[in-house]
Each structure stands twice: as structure tokens, then as C-alpha cells.
């Protein structure tokens, strides 16, 4: 799901490349999102009237809202903000490199703010899939800037890492839901901040192939983001959709017709690394759960026996209580796994 996620939104990059003639980038990513929101709510819509069996999962709570507007603010509201202001005073070269800081600042914030853990090997192979993107952004330029528009972009990349940390913390509600809160609530802030700087939107028939690429590429891309993002942690996961340059790249050389330098092979390659290494490392070791309430979506394991009244269909979502339990077993860094850990294990 992550891999895909990254695919999505790497696929659009290159599909809304034509539409950037008509329109500017902040504009773009408005629509972006917002058709992502809106693919979402038709989806809903038709499940509805088709009678289609509904959602399972954990529906959003008002003690939701705080983490919502946090998701909304930083990656709605800050992130574009920040980007738009150091866009104007870095070149191109600058900017690719410095937009890359997105992944490792996710995965610094969730190791030392959100408490989860990667391994030396998993450490490794995020170092890689970061390297590989770094590599791809590096093209024949002059790097040039200031000062402000370095920790502009920066910040930008700091809002957006957040944005991923608080979105994690949600990853046990409905990801549609969550998944429609934030596209329609950060391309409504980008679309204001872009009418409010004498910004135009293009013409119908753009406006619409922007809105349908958005709710694949956004939409769709965002609750399989949260579903890995749920099971993986931010940590690994801003590595596996770290790999979305790439992905975009190898698509537009089969939409566009572009060539892939060899720095783009090489960047790959790390990536490819980086992948493999994370798909095969492997965390165990004594664990202690301690007692915890809350309500997502499960099926009866090790981590989840309680009492029911009646029958039971699996998977169901409910409010119940977990027990302390200490035990053994393979494990990632999601909100069940969220305890200490002593030196660095692989």
C-alpha cells in the first residue's frame, strides 16, 4: 500500500505536467486536492445509494478535531505558504534538492517526537530510498539562494513532516473520512491563498481533468498512504513514498517521451536498495503492552481478547479496552508498538 501510494502520486506529476500551462502550481495542488476530497465523497455517495455494505472502520470523534486541524494547518496552510516563499528566492536545482527534506524530516520527528523505532538495517535502507530521491533531483543548474528562502523551504518541508506525524496518529479511523477532511480542508486553504495573491483558476475543461487526476492521484493515493501509515508508522513509510520521483520519472518516459539521465538510474537503484532492505529487516524482542482504550478496526489475535455479547463478525470496529501483556513476536513501529526501546536493535 505504501509502494502504491508513492506510484499514484508519482504517476501524477507527469499526467498534470501539460495542465501547469493554464494554470500555477499552488492552483494545481488546490485542485489536486480537492478532487481528491471529491472523489472520495462520490465514492461514499454511491455506496450509499447502492446499498453497498459500509465502512467498518472507526468513524472520527470530535477529540479528533485537534489532530485534524493540525493536518489541515500544516499542510494546508504553512507548508504551502512556506514553499511559495522560498520558491522566489531559490533556483530550480535549490528547490528539488531542498523539497527532499520532507522524508527525513518525517522520520526524524517520528523516532524522536512520536516514539517509534527503526532498526540499524531499517535505518540503512531509509538512508538509501533519501539518497536515491537526492540523486534525482540533482540536474545541470546554478544553485543559488538565500538564506531565507533556505529555511522558507525548510520549513516547508518541517510543516509537511508534521503533517505526516499527526495524520499517523489517526491512521486508526476511517481513512476515507480522514482522507476527505484533509484533501478538502488543504485545497480550500490553497485555493484561498491563491485567490488571495491575484491568482486565476484555468478554464473548465482543465479545471476538471485537474479535479479526475486528483482523485486518483490524491485521493486514492492518501487512504492507501494511511492504510501503510496505520500498519508501517510515518518512519517507514516517508521511505517507501520517498520513492514517488522515481515512479514519476520511469512514468514520464512512457507518457512524455523523456530520457532517463544516468544520475536517474543510479537514483533508482538506491531506492531499490533502500526497499529491499526495509522489505526484509525483521524486529523482534520482549515487549510489555500497557492498558489502553481506544476504537479501530480488528480482528480477535493475540492483542485483541475481549468479551462480546452475541455473535461476532471479523473485522469489526469498537471502543474496548486492551490488557498489559508482555510477549515476544515480529513487530512495527504502529500505535500498538509504541514502547521503549534500550541500544539500537536490527
Not at 531559490?90 to 527503526?118: D, M
Request: aromatic fraction near 4%.
Amino acid at each position: 500500500m505504501g509502494l502504491g501510494a508513492a506510484a499514484l502520486f508519482g504517476l501524477t506529476a507527469p499526467l498534470s505536467k501539460p495542465l501547469l500551462e493554464e494554470t500555477g502550481p499552488l492552483v494545481l495542488a488546490a485542485l489536486l486536492y480537492l478532487g481528491g476530497g471529491i472523489g472520495l465523497l462520490v465514492f461514499g455517495g454511491a455506496r450509499r445509494i447502492l446499498a453497498l455494505h459500509g465502512s467498518k472502520e472507526a468513524a472520527l470523534r470530535r477529540s479528533d478535531v485537534p489532530l485534524l486541524l493540525g493536518v489541515v494547518v500544516t499542510g494546508g496552510i504553512v507548508g504551502p505558504v512556506l514553499m511559495l516563499t522560498g520558491l522566489e528566492r531559490l533556483s530550480a536545482l535549490g528547490t528539488s534538492l531542498l523539497l527532499n527534506l520532507e522524508a527525513p524530516f518525517t522520520i526524524v520527528q517520528a523516532l524522536l517526537v512520536f516514539r517509534e523505532h527503526l532498526g540499524r538495517r531499517e535505518l540503512v535502507g531509509a538512508a538509501a530510498i533519501v539518497g536515491g530521491a537526492l540523486l534525482l533531483a540533482i540536474r545541470p543548474g546554478e544553485l543559488r539562494g538565500d538564506w531565507i528562502g533556505v529555511a522558507a523551504l525548510s520549513g516547508a518541508c518541517l510543516a509537511w513532516a508534521t503533517d505526516n506525524n499527526l495524520t499517523q496518529r489517526l491512521s486508526l479511523r476511517d481513512p476515507v473520512a480522514v482522507v476527505v477532511v484533509k484533501t478538502l480542508g488543504a485545497g480550500g486553504c490553497m485555493l484561498a491563498i491563491a485567490l488571495a495573491l491575484g491568482q486565476r483558476l484555468p478554464p473548465a475543461e482543465t479545471t476538471f481533468v485537474a479535479l479526475l487526476l486528483g482523485s486518483a492521484g490524491y485521493g486514492l493515493s492518501i487512504v492507501l498512504d494511511l492504510r501503510a501509515l496505520r500498519i508501517l508508522g510515518a518512519a517507514r513509510e516517508a521511505a517507501y513514498f520517498a520513492t514517488a520521483p522515481f515512479l514519476g520519472a520511469l512514468a514520464s518516459v512512457v507518457l512524455l517521451g523523456d530520457r532517463l539521465a544516468p544520475a536517474d538510474w543510479a537514483g533508482g537503484a538506491a531506492m531499490a536498495l533502500g526497499v529491499w532492505t526495509l522489505l526484509r529487516a525483521r524486529h523482534a524482542h520482549v515487549h510489555t503492552h500497557e492498558a489502553l482504550v481506544h476504537e479501530h478496526l480488528h480482528v480477535h489475535d493475540e492483542h485483541h481478547r475481549h468479551h462480546h455479547e452475541g455473535p461476532v463478525n471479523e473485522p469489526h470496529s469498537h471502543e474496548h479496552r486492551h490488557v498489559p501483556i508482555t510477549h515476544d513476536h515480529p513487530h512495527l513501529s504502529d500505535l500498538h508498538h509504541r514502547h521503549r526501546h534500550g541500544p539500537l536493535r536490527r
